[in-house]
Each structure stands twice: as structure tokens, then as C-alpha cells.
């Protein structure tokens, strides 16, 4: 968490999006977690890419990360999630973001794998309690073998940053910050 708060500085982006009015209802949660699909399969090949990559060190702690992407995506078809369903222009232009970060190199892919998890996580926390549809999904994000990956992710990604251009770091930070804000605007 400090190594969040280090990365975030001066960014306000992660207040605002605490703060946002989020108003949960089943249909809203349905059609978010319709719209969730595209973007964890984008992920899911996000880190595939990573994990093609990775050194040595990094390969069980990416294997670990990519099974809770492929099991999430399974969670969401049981929900009903279509993959053939039309995307959120929102959606799309996380996906596109992702496709575009994949690109960069490793390290720099490591950190903003991180980065985006630990941010939907604090987003997640601020917005969701009692009990709800949305349950289950956040029993599996708060298990500690889920913490246990970003934990890994988190040690992997502090060890990447101090060979990384910072301003690029705040560059795509920002633009993360600016899809969760986006992606969580469509519970509004």
C-alpha cells in the first residue's frame, strides 16, 4: 500500500474516484460485470505476454496471477457474461489502453500490471460492503491467495521502478487512473 501511495504523489485521481456516487443495484452490477468480461480477457492476454517474458524469478508469481484471471473470467461466465456481447465504448478504451501498454517493455509492463490491480482493488474497497450480488466476487478478490498475488506482484513491480522513466510511469498512471475513474462512472 505505501508503494502505491509513493506512486500515486500528487495524482488525486484515486480520491475522486473513492468518491464517486456509485449507485449498486443487481441490473447495474449485471450490465458492469457484462462490461468487465472484455477487459479481463484483454488482461488475461496482457499477462500471457508478461509471463512470455518474465525472468526466471518472476514466472510463479505471473502463473499465479494468470489463473486468477482465467478463473475471474470463468466466474463471469457463470454470471452470464456473453464474450460476443457488444463492448461499452468505456470498456473499449481500456482494452485499447491495455493492448497499448503492452507494447512497452517488461518492466514497465510489471508495474502497471500491478498498478491497475492494486487501484481496482482500493476503488473496489471504498465502494463495496454488505452484502449484495456482488458477494461472492468480493470473497475471491479478498482471499489471501488473491492478496498473495498482488503482494508478489507488488514486491516484483518495487523492484522494476527504479530502472524505469518516470515520466512515463506518471504518464500511463494517469491514464489508468483515468479509465478507473471512466470504468467506474458506468455504476453511476
Do not use: C
Amino acid at each position: 500500500m505505501r508503494f502505491l501511495e509513493e506512486m500515486l504523489g500528487s495524482f488525486g485521481a484515486l480520491e475522486e474516484i473513492r468518491a464517486l456516487p456509485i449507485r449498486w443495484d443487481r441490473e447495474r452490477f449485471r450490465f458492469w460485470l457484462q462490461q468487465d468480461y472484455p477487459f479481463v480477457e484483454a488482461l488475461y492476454r496482457y499477462v500471457v505476454g508478461l509471463l512470455a517474458e518474465a525472468p526466471q524469478a518472476h514466472r510463479i508469481p505471473l502463473v499465479h496471477t494468470l489463473l486468477a484471471t482465467v478463473e475471474e473470467l470463468d466466474w463471469l461466465l457463470a454470471q452470464g457474461a456473453d464474450p460476443k456481447a457488444p463492448v461499452h465504448p468505456v470498456r473499449q478504451e481500456y482494452v485499447d489502453l491495455l493492448a497499448e501498454m503492452g507494447a512497452l517493455a517488461y518492466p514497465y509492463r510489471l508495474v502497471f500490471l500491478y498498478l491497475l490491480n492494486r487501484l481496482f482493488l482500493e476503488a473496489w474497497n471504498a465502494h463495496v460492503e454488505g452484502d449484495g450480488p456482488w458477494q461472492e466476487l468480493s470473497e475471491h478478490w479478498s482471499a489471501p491467495e488473491f492478496q498473495a498475488v498482488l503482494f508478489d506482484l507488488e514486491v516484483m513491480a518495487q523492484g522494476q521502478l527504479p530502472h524505469l522513466d518516470p515520466q512515463v510511469v506518471a504518464h500511463y498512471l494517469g491514464r489508468i487512473l483515468e479509465m478507473e475513474k471512466k470504468t467506474w462512472s458506468l455504476l453511476l
